[in-house]
Every structure is written in structure tokens, then in C-alpha cells.
């Protein structure tokens, strides 16, 4: 494992400092609650403008999918190269033990033997061993008129629970339409949908695949998946962070 798959010692120490601030256990609550949660103002506008700044640099990319061609929906997006970019590396590493306790919890829950180490190296270590050594951060790209249809951003056998996605553009300013959605699917019920709004800089923590809702006789597993609506004007940029690796 080397140093840019986790990020730069100073941009994790700035990230976890970042991190520190939020009320996990109100964060883990609503997470298990509902299977999202929000990071109010995770990043600056101008970190925002940064970041999404990166899409027209091939050099920062390994790979560039345009939705259309393989039925993802219309718009496109860029799986980032390691090294990462310091900031999304630091937040990478820093957020993976917060949400990774809740992954425990709700594994155990769901009676799923799986449990994940504290750090993100020791996870990806994991990934690594099973063939998963593609990095999957990624920067997606809407304009007038695209949208992703719902989805899980599984990439392989190893899998982990939750992921976070940061909206980079301002919601009536840089883009209209465009919501983030997340639908939940429960045995014989019919599904549930969750629209999150958000603002530039805010960043939602998500379950990726499933989560344990309880029920009368002990907690069972719901299936989710998570999409974004119509644009209806302008440009929306978001920065997936997905913990796992890619085959």
C-alpha cells in the first residue's frame, strides 16, 4: 500500500479536523433512520470550484464514461487516477472510520458475518487482495436535460455499505432540477423515495446497497438504490467518494 492510496498525512489530519466537527451520532441516527444523512457545508465554494475545476484535465482521470452509451442515464462522469487529489484522499480516509462503524452495526444487525477495520488502508488492503485495485472516486458531470438513473455503485465482491457524494454547483444559481434521490425497497411493501436537497459544499452519506429497518420480529434487510433527477438548466458538478476499489 503506498502513501497516495490514503492520501498525504497533512491532508487527513485537515480532513479528520473537518470531519471532528460533525454530531456522528446524530449523523449515524439518521443514517439508520432513513439511509442518508447530510454533512452541511463539507467543503468551501471555492474548494467546490477546485475540484470541479479538475474535469477537463484528462491527467487527473483514469477512465471517462458517457451514461448514454451503457444505459446509466444521460450526462457523464470521470473515475479519478491515484494519486487522489489531496483533499478527496484526506476526506477518504478521515470519514471511513465514522462510517464504518455504522457499516458494523448495521452488518451485525443483519446478521452479515463481514466486519470492517478501522483504518481505510487496513480496508483497502482488503480490496487489493480480492483483485479490487482501481480507485473509485469519481467527478460527474450534468448539463440541460441529463440524469442518472437509480443505481449501486458496487464495483466487485467487496463492497463497502455507504458511500458520500458532494455537490460542487449551487442549486438555483449554477443549475435547476438536478435533485438527488434515493429509493428504498422493502419486502412485500411497495418503495419508498427520498429526495435530499442540498446546497453547494454539502455532502450526503448514503447506503449503497442495503440497510436493516426493524421490524416485529427483529431487524431485515431493505434494498436501496440512489439516482439524480432531470436538469432542468445549467451545469451540476458532484465528487462521488466510494471506499471500496474497482475490478
Not at 37 to 53: D, S
Amino acid at each position: 500500500m503506498t502513501i497516495h492510496s490514503i492520501g498525504s498525512k497533512a491532508a487527513v489530519r485537515s480532513a479528520e479536523t473537518r470531519v471532528a466537527g460533525y454530531d456522528w451520532q446524530a449523523l449515524a441516527e439518521e443514517m439508520s433512520g432513513y439511509g442518508c444523512a447530510v454533512m452541511e457545508k463539507l467543503l468551501t465554494p471555492q474548494e467546490c470550484r477546485e475540484i470541479a475545476g479538475f474535469y477537463p484535465d484528462e491527467s487527473h482521470f483514469r477512465s471517462h464514461v458517457h451514461m448514454a452509451r451503457h444505459g446509466f442515464g444521460k450526462g457523464e462522469y470521470r473515475y479519478f487516477r491515484y494519486p487522489l487529489p489531496e483533499l478527496i484522499g484526506g476526506l477518504r480516509t478521515a470519514l471511513y472510520p465514522r462510517l464504518a462503524a455504522v457499516a458494523n452495526e448495521w452488518n451485525e444487525r443483519m446478521g452479515i458475518a463481514q466486519r470492517y477495520p478501522d483504518e481505510h488502508a487496513a480496508f483497502l488492503e482488503q480490496c487489493h487482495e480480492q483483485g479490487q485495485t482501481r480507485p473509485t472516486p469519481l467527478l460527474l458531470q450534468y448539463g440541460p436535460g441529463d440524469f442518472n438513473c437509480l443505481h449501486q455503485d458496487l464495483y466487485g465482491d467487496l463492497a463497502f455499505p455507504l458511500q458520500v457524494a458532494i455537490l460542487l454547483s449551487e442549486p438555483g444559481k449554477d443549475f435547476t432540477g438536478g435533485e438527488f434521490v434515493l429509493t428504498e425497497q422493502r419486502p412485500r411493501m411497495q418503495s419508498r423515495a427520498e429526495v435530499v436537497p442540498l446546497r453547494q459544499g454539502d455532502a450526503v452519506a448514503f447506503a449503497v446497497h442495503n440497510r436493516p429497518v426493524q421490524g416485529s420480529k427483529g431487524s431485515y434487510r431493505v434494498n436501496l438504490r440512489h439516482g439524480v433527477s432531470r436538469l432542468r438548466s445549467g451545469t451540476r458538478h458532484t465528487v462521488g467518494i466510494i471506499f471500496h476499489d474497482a475490478k
